[in-house]
T-cell receptor, first 111, second 115 residues
């Protein structure tokens, strides 16, 4: 079983839709939870990071962490064609362990 | 956030040859990381490079195949040695910040095709 599970999609939505991206994990030692956006032929770009459980909002993006369920989400409101990319969740503990990535979800927002 | 550049951005190489990838950061950092991303897949950590010490390799990666240099706090190289088609991938370097290296910033990647 993988430490981090993420549905690879692809996910296709119309412009303006609310997008929900999710990851589950098995390692209870994870404390920091990140979302990266990767455009085609580019390196991953850090979107948001959250420590422990709770919500964090940044513009149209909201990250949620539920440590009791070992479940994290990224919501994109009013999605735009420029949001079309692969979104990767990532997480790390506090013991100097390595960053563990999900497989990434490929998102297409259609105009 | 750090600005990271990589050279070359892409290359096509013959089986059995070696390629050295360079990673330059615009600020001094303690730890640099090298990842591989195979087509349609997520990122796999190859090794962690600290300045002034030997790189630490993850399971499945060895120094003879992926030698790494870290001569100063802003620069690192990864060499892919004796290449085979299975080494075709995107190679990414990254740097980290935070108490637990929890925020990582990535370079644009080097796309390698081995024929």
């Amino acid at each position: 079983q993988k430490e981090v599970e993420q549905d690879p999609g692809p996910l296709s939505v119309p412009e303006g839709a609310i997008v929900s991206l999710n990851c589950t994990y098995s390692n209870s030692a994870f404390q920091y939870f990140m979302w990266y956006r990767q455009y085609s032929r580019k390196g991953p770009e850090l979107l948001m990071y959250t420590y422990s459980s709770g919500n964090k909002e940044d513009g149209r993006f909201t990250a949620q962490v539920d440590k009791s369920s070992k479940y994290i989400s990224l919501f994109i409101r009013d999605s735009q064609p420029s949001d079309s990319a692969t979104y990767l969740c990532a997480m790390i503990g506090t013991s100097g362990s390595r960053l563990t990535f999900g497989e990434g979800t490929q998102l297409t927002v259609n105009p | 956030s750090a600005v990271i550049s990589q050279k070359p951005s892409r290359d096509i190489c013959q089986r059995g040859t070696s390629l050295t990838i360079q990673c330059q950061v615009d600020s001094q950092v303690t730890m640099m990381f090298w990842y591989r991303q195979q087509p349609g897949q997520s990122l796999t950590l190859i090794a962690t490079a600290n300045q002034g010490s030997e790189a630490t390799y993850e399971s499945g990666f060895v120094i003879d195949k992926f030698p790494i240099s870290r001569p100063n706090l802003t620069f690192s190289t990864l060499t892919v040695s004796n290449m085979s088609p299975e080494d075709s991938s995107i190679y990414l370097c990254s740097v980290a910040s935070g108490s637990y290296q929890e925020t990582q910033y990535f370079g644009p990647g080097t796309r390698l095709l081995v024929l």
